[in-house]
Nanobody, 122 residues
Framework: VQLQASGGGLVQAGGSLRLSCAASGGTFSRTTMGWFRQAPGKEREFVARISWNGGSTTYADSVKGRFTISRDNAKNTVYLQMNSLKPEDTAVYYC????????????????WGQGTLVTVSS
């Protein structure tokens, strides 16, 4: 499975961005998808995950109520809608896939995208 993340950029605090992650080369519909981020000088952290059919989602407390993860299995794409962005959301955002799991809740993902940079100015 290859993952291609896009949609990052520079936005002012309070603004919105939508990240996309296009998957190819595998069975996307039977895959748990996740978003992670890594800020400069910090460890990578979990942001959100979504089950194979979109019926279950989980968010980090830091983004709950502001970010929404969704997926379109017909397009092999997962999205991260980010609203009310804060400077502390600045990071490289990565999508990840755990194959053959309807809803994986661990941290060991099989495949990772290359990352897309989100910069939130104050």
């Amino acid at each position: 499975v290859q993952l291609q993340a896009s949609g990052g950029g520079l936005v002012q605090a309070g603004g919105s961005l939508r990240l996309s992650c296009a998957a190819s080369g595998g069975t996307f519909s039977r895959t748990t998808m996740g978003w992670f981020r890594q800020a400069p000088g910090k460890e990578r952290e979990f942001v959100a995950r979504i089950s194979w059919n979109g019926g279950s989602t989980t968010y980090a407390d830091s983004v709950k109520g502001r970010f929404t993860i969704s997926r379109d299995n017909a397009k092999n794409t997962v999205y991260l809608q980010m609203n009310s962005l804060k400077p502390e959301d600045t990071a490289v955002y990565y999508c990840a896939a755990r194959v053959n799991y309807a809803y994986y809740t661990g941290s060991l993902y099989d495949y990772w995208g290359q990352g897309t940079l989100v910069t939130v100015s104050s």
